[in-house]
């Protein structure tokens, strides 16, 4: 809090008002980690086998992508890389999607694949 606010609480005004985002550069953002990883989550859904990589990163870009978004929100975070933390979290949520279907169908054939043999087949 700049001494300004201070003051203005000090004769009874309300801290409210606006974020100063200059002064919120504490921590720095990870908007460049975010959008890699969720990038990342979804080409690797094209790479056969490596559906569980894809998902696993999916997520941890998902999460640590809403985490920065709400400290940017409260201004604890640098609000710079606000744009691309959201596009991070949208690709890690297309890419944890279609990375799900994709692990759920291939433990669909493992599945199908190993009572077809334990059965005989």
Same mark, same amino acid.
């Given at each position: 809090?700049?001494?300004?606010?201070?003051?203005?609480?000090?004769?009874?005004?309300?801290?409210?008002?606006?974020?100063?985002?200059?002064?919120?550069?504490?921590?720095?953002?990870? #908007?460049?980690?975010?959008?890699?990883? @969720?990038?990342?989550?979804?080409?690797? %859904? $094209? =790479?056969?086998? !490596?559906?569980?990589?894809?998902?696993?990163?999916?997520?941890?870009?998902?999460?640590?992508?809403?985490?920065?978004?709400?400290?940017?929100?409260?201004?604890?975070?640098?609000?710079?890389?606000?744009?691309?933390?959201?596009? #991070?979290?949208?690709?890690?949520?297309? @890419?944890?999607?279609?990375?799900?279907? %994709? $692990? =759920?169908?291939? !433990?669909?054939?493992?599945?199908?694949?190993?009572?077809?043999?334990?059965?005989?087949?």
């Amino acid at each position: 809090m700049s001494s300004r606010d201070s003051d203005e609480l000090d004769r009874g005004g309300s801290d409210l008002g606006e974020i100063e985002y200059d002064d919120c550069e504490d921590i720095p953002h990870r #908007g460049g980690l975010i959008l890699l990883l @969720g990038i990342s989550s979804t080409v690797l %859904l $094209c =790479s056969l086998g !490596l559906g569980p990589v894809g998902l696993a990163l999916g997520i941890l870009a998902w999460t640590l992508g809403n985490r920065d978004l709400a400290k940017m929100k409260n201004g604890d975070m640098d609000y710079a890389g606000h744009g691309m933390t959201g596009a #991070g979290v949208g690709w890690a949520q297309v @890419g944890t999607l279609f990375n799900a279907i %994709l $692990c =759920s169908i291939y !433990l669909f054939y493992l599945l199908k694949f190993t009572l077809h043999r334990i059965n005989g087949g």
